[in-house]
């Protein structure tokens, strides 16, 4: 039976791993290819996953790595230069569809014009935005982890191989299951965007438009249980200026290079539960959901204008007993 269109696992996160782990174990066919040729192939189909569909199915991830491994052979045949920057230009990927593929039928070059294309775009940072990233296929949205598993994630992070593996899950997890941040912000927040005063630890994010225009901020209160490990983050001596997921830096990563550093150290550390920050960020949803936040409030946190995006994660919220219905109905009275 084909596997074309058949996902790694139902699971987006799980399968994103499942891909990582395929990935990084190609080596090539047809021929087998030198250990460097083959690292390279590795890291462009990494780089481009966050054009993949989501859950990742097995066909996106063969054909990538066959398309990519066929470009480097032929690359390392004619003596190109084997690095991702020159393999990726328009005139190395016109030269290798024309006399890397001329012996593949009409239908096989567009097949992989259309993918090398796509896999360039993704390293030049263009992401299409047809590609639902974080979001299950039929549109189904993805699922909130669990408060145990919150609490054990925060204690695999603690244990990870490296300190700098330990600084980025950290940033991670306060920000996005404490503020319930997207991946380009849990990027770009500095220690001098993290505000404390009596009311507690609030964030300070910034809001840019697709040409990376300030357009605006919003400031995001941290849920109480994570506000001392915010605090933490902050009070040594990292400068205003730093970010908080790269500690000794102070330019941003991109929101694509923050997810596949989030995966990579769960492929180095294997976490109790798979994870994106978008997976983090539901779980603050849902979280706030169940509380009762009042929707005003807590749309102007999560950052939206229309309640269609929140809408959806309304079937994690669990349904309270006929007396909790009743109580909260009579306006709170016991």
């Known amino acids: ?44 189909v990494l780089d481009a996953l966050v054009c993949a569909p989501q859950p990742v199915t097995r066909a996106w991830v063969s054909f990538s790595l066959a398309v990519t491994g066929r470009l480097v052979e032929w690359a390392r045949t004619v003596g190109e230069d084997v690095v991702a920057e020159h393999l990726l230009s328009a005139q190395t990927r016109r030269r290798f569809l024309h006399l890397g593929c001329g012996d593949y039928t009409d239908g096989t070059r567009r097949n992989y014009r259309s993918r090398i294309d796509l896999i360039a775009n993704a390293q030049a940072g263009v992401v299409p935005t047809a590609t639902a990233i974080g979001l299950r296929q039929n549109n189904l949205p993805v699922e909130p982890i669990s408060d145990y598993d919150v609490a054990t994630l925060w204690v695999w992070a603690q244990g990870a191989k490296t300190s700098m593996q330990r600084e980025k899950m950290a940033a991670a997890l306060v920000l996005g299951l404490g503020c319930g941040l997207t991946s380009a912000e849990i990027a770009g927040i500095t220690a001098g965007d993290v505000l404390i005063d009596e009311h507690g630890a609030h964030v300070s994010v910034v809001k840019r438009d697709p040409q990376n225009t300030i357009t605006g901020t919003r400031v995001v209160t941290c849920r109480a249980v994570w506000e001392p ?20 830096h102070t330019v941003p990563l991109s929101a694509r290079n923050v997810q596949a550093a989030t995966a990579d150290v769960q492929h180095a550390n294997r976490p109790p539960v798979w994870f994106s920050p978008q997976t983090l960020r539901v779980t603050w949803l849902v979280a706030h959901l169940t509380a009762g936040t009042p929707l005003p409030i807590l749309m102007a946190a999560y950052g939206v204008k229309s309640i269609e995006a929140i809408e959806a994660y309304l079937v994690f919220v669990p349904t ?9 109905l009579r306006g709170g009275v016991a």
């Open 229 to 248: 490990r915010l605090i933490a983050l902050v009070s040594g001596s990292l400068s205003p200026a730093h970010t908080l997921f790269r500690p000794c």
């Open 1 to 44: 039976m084909a596997k074309k269109g058949v996902p790694f696992d139902p699971d987006c996160a799980v399968a994103m791993q499942k891909a990582l782990d395929r990935i990084r174990t190609y080596k090539g066919s047809s021929p087998v290819l030198d250990p460097q040729s083959a690292f390279v192939v590795q890291q462009i």
């Open 320 to 328: 309270p007993d006929p007396a909790q219905r009743a109580q909260t």
